[in-house]
């Protein structure tokens, strides 16, 4: 019998099992399956760049937070000299007013990751509802959802967006509301795409077999099987709510009176800070919402490669003592 034909050199060599005091191969343990429950959460805590991305927004949450306590006092109220460049006494400088933008943008944190997390919560919720209920319900339901979501698809976001803020009263709500009516319809189309996907699956007829109700299949049978796109989607909306207020109060659309990442862009704006050079009136705003957009697109990053396995690292099994097994093994044959 050849090596290759060696039924016992051949599962060595798969199996990477050290032989038997007899020369026979002992099967290698078959591997541990997955405890189901905060699997997505520790593939997430075991990602790299899903991790990276966590600490960046439990920092910027903790800026959030703690406010009151980095930067007392209110941030609106000049403290020094208009148009200091940074220092010992103003470590981002100060604007043309003489405000600290080190406290602008530590007060500013709380009204951006406020607005842009609650527009993703709403955001995402609407687009759930709307995709279960295409999915589950079909025929006439599904086609008058599926128009309106084109219709809102279909529509210039921008436009739509500046004609809404621009007739609604201003106020951290009227941003909210507005940013929710935009954002809605992109978040449905995927969610219905992936539970039209699930809704023919063998358990959901099984649960209409057996009597459960509409709701209940689609929020207990069907949803938990969509947890990943869900907070993919999620994660997309974040950052669109985030973004785009700060593109609203940048135009001067937003609630100006507020103290937001977005407000101290309109502001530097309107001091002439891009004329006169003072790029740390603006830069910092501007690289606060660019962290959390990249820490966003890093977790979702994550959920992707924790959920997909497509995307997962194939785990090489290395044997580097097999060949020399296998061959003291052959020599234990021939003295036979």
């Known amino acids: 019998m050849s090596l290759a034909q060696d039924p016992r050199v051949m599962a060595e060599l798969d199996l990477g099992s050290p032989p038997g005091p007899d020369g026979e191969v002992v099967a290698a343990p078959p591997p541990r399956r997955r405890r189901g429950g905060g699997g997505l959460l520790r593939g997430l805590l075991g990602n790299g760049k899903s991790l990276s991305g966590v600490v960046i927004l439990v920092l910027f949450a903790l800026m959030a937070i703690f406010a009151p306590v980095i930067a007392p006092g209110d941030p609106t109220l000049i403290q020094g000299i208009g148009s200091q460049p940074p220092s010992a006494e103003h470590w981002l400088g100060t604007t ?3 405000q600290d933008v080190f406290a602008l943008n530590v007060w500013g944190a709380r009204s951006s990751l406020f607005v842009g997390f609650t527009v993703g919560i709403a955001a995402t ?6 995709g279960l209920a295409s999915a589950y319900l079909g025929r006439t339901i599904d086609n008058l959802l599926s128009l309106v979501t084109n219709v809102f698809l279909l529509l210039p976001g921008l436009p739509l967006l500046v004609i809404l803020a621009a007739f609604l009263p201003q106020g951290l709500g009227t941003v909210i ?12 189309r995927v969610l219905r795409s992936q539970a039209m996907s699930i809704r023919g699956k063998d358990f959901v007829s099984a649960a209409q077999v057996t009597g459960e109700g509409g709701l209940r299949i689609m929020f207990r049978e069907m949803l938990p099987n969509m947890a990943s796109i869900v907070m993919s989607t999620f994660l997309a909306c974040v950052i669109f709510g985030i973004g785009a207020q700060a593109g609203l109060e940048f135009l001067g659309l937003g609630d100006i009176s507020t103290v937001s990442w977005g407000t101290n862009l309109y502001w530097a704006s309107n001091d002439g800070a891009l004329l006169t050079g003072a790029w740390w009136v603006f830069v ?7 962290l959390v957009a990249f820490a966003l697109a890093l977790v979702n990053y994550g959920v992707d490669e924790t959920t997909n396995p497509r995307l997962r690292r194939p785990r090489r099994r290395t044997t580097p003592d097999a060949p020399t097994r296998v061959a003291a093994r052959t020599g234990k044959e021939a003295a036979r």
Request: proline fraction near 7%; charged fraction near 5%; aromatic fraction near 8%.
């Open 125 to 130: 919720f609407v687009g759930l509802l709307v």
């Open 284 to 290: 910092p705003p501007g690289v606060c919402i660019a």
């Open 96 to 98: 043309a007013k003489g």
């Open 177 to 188: 509301l507005v940013l929710v009516i935009t954002g809605w319809a992109g978040s449905a």
